[in-house]
């Protein structure tokens, strides 16, 4: 198995998994190499370099194509090596034979945004979170998107700034009001994916009780279920990530897989450059294949 969390040997079942959704968060680079392939090897090093250096920001999907030959058949794969970037689902550009290493980080880089300029409305919205007054933080938000209401961050902002306040009804109207591009992106989808697990705690016994629950009759999944959207709400993620991964190692179709779904929407929670997100993902698809 590879070492590194970003790099991943893909086949017919796997390939969904880590190729189609990963890319709806970050660039996939796919691989399609062989053992005989002379340029293969050259090119085997300098991918590999490249993701390490993103650090989750880009991952690495190598395919066998003598191993799979369903696979390199379904894309047309004529010639190795042949590396195709997926994005969002979709082949948005592919390269054939050994290009120079600038060649795949431009092809990444036009599909990772410019940082935005400074914001002055953003700039004096956090300096009235960070100094206690969160409501007139929100407020000021508020009236600017009265003025500029297609404004995308200060939208997520405000769902952010109402989600954290427990005003998580008026978060999720605001995001839901967002085109589907914007609420698949993050932050948006984070967001998202936080209301997620408020609308599974909502009704649950409180996190000791489920504790004590789960400590008593560890089998329990549904109340592990509770329990891990308890700890995602209370902000520890690890807590939850573990919880998430003892559902798949029990009963890995539990709930419509409730486990590796909500192992993936704590990823969604934390974005990909959180270091759990990386340890866990590699966990992740180790208990899966």
């Given at each position: 198995?590879?070492?590194?969390?970003?790099?991943?040997?893909?086949?017919?079942?796997?390939?969904?998994?880590?190729?189609?959704?990963?890319?709806?968060?970050?660039?996939?680079?796919?691989?399609?190499?062989?053992?005989?392939?002379?340029?293969?090897?050259?090119?085997?090093?300098?991918?590999?370099?490249?993701?390490?250096?993103?650090?989750?920001?880009?991952?690495?999907?190598?395919?066998?194509?003598?191993?799979?030959?369903?696979?390199?058949?379904?894309?047309?794969?004529?010639?190795?090596?042949?590396?195709?970037?997926?994005?969002?689902?979709?082949?948005?550009?592919?390269?054939?034979?050994?290009?120079?290493?600038?060649?795949?980080?431009?092809?990444?880089?036009?599909?990772?945004?410019?940082?935005?300029?400074?914001?002055?409305?953003?700039?004096?919205?956090?300096?009235?979170?960070?100094?206690?007054?969160?409501?007139?933080?929100?407020e000021l938000l508020r009236q600017a998107l009265l003025k500029?209401?297609?404004?995308?961050?200060?939208?997520?902002?405000?769902?952010?700034?109402?989600?954290?306040?427990?005003?998580?009804?008026?978060?999720?109207?605001l995001l839901q009001g967002l085109p589907e591009d914007e609420?698949?992106?993050?932050?948006?989808?984070?967001?998202?994916?936080?209301?997620?697990?408020?609308?599974?705690?909502?009704?649950?016994?409180?996190?000791?009780?489920?504790?004590?629950?789960?400590?008593?009759?560890?089998?329990?999944?549904?109340?592990?279920?509770?329990?891990?959207?308890?700890?995602?709400?209370?902000?520890?993620?690890?807590?939850?990530?573990?919880?998430?991964?003892?559902?798949?190692?029990?009963?890995?179709?539990?709930?419509?897989?409730?486990?590796?779904?909500?192992?993936?929407?704590?990823?969604?929670?934390?974005?990909?450059?959180?270091?759990?997100?990386?340890?866990?993902?590699?966990?992740?698809?180790?208990?899966?294949?």
């Amino acid at each position: 198995m590879n070492e590194s969390p970003y790099i991943f040997e893909v086949n017919q079942s796997n390939f969904a998994t880590v190729v189609v959704e990963n890319s709806q968060q970050v660039p996939v680079l796919v691989d399609f190499w062989a053992d005989w392939c002379q340029p293969c090897r050259t090119l085997t090093p300098l991918l590999s370099k490249l993701v390490q250096e993103y650090r989750g920001g880009v991952i690495l999907a190598k395919i066998n194509a003598d191993d799979e030959q369903a696979l390199a058949q379904h894309f047309r794969v004529r010639s190795l090596p042949t590396v195709m970037i997926v994005w969002q689902g979709q082949i948005v550009d592919q390269m054939v034979g050994v290009q120079p290493e600038s060649a795949y980080r431009e092809a990444i880089a036009r599909l990772q945004a410019a940082p935005p300029p400074g914001d002055p409305i953003m700039e004096r919205v956090e300096l009235l979170w960070e100094r206690g007054r969160q409501e007139q933080a929100v407020e000021l938000l508020r009236q600017a998107l009265l003025k500029e209401a297609t404004n995308v961050e200060w939208t997520v902002n405000l769902a952010d700034k109402l989600l954290q306040l427990g005003q998580g009804d008026e978060a999720r109207t605001l995001l839901q009001g967002l085109p589907e591009d914007e609420r698949a992106k993050q932050p948006a989808s984070g967001l998202l994916a936080r209301l997620r697990f408020a609308d599974l705690a909502q009704g649950s016994p409180e996190l000791a009780t489920l504790e004590a629950t789960v400590r008593n009759d560890p089998t329990d999944l549904t109340a592990r279920r509770q329990l891990a959207a308890r700890y995602v709400l209370a902000g520890d993620y690890e807590a939850a990530l573990e919880q998430f991964m003892d559902i798949m190692r029990r009963n890995p179709g539990f709930e419509d897989e409730a486990g590796r779904k909500g192992l993936i929407a704590i990823f969604e929670v934390l974005g990909n450059e959180d270091p759990l997100v990386s340890t866990y993902r590699r966990r992740m698809f180790s208990l899966l294949h």
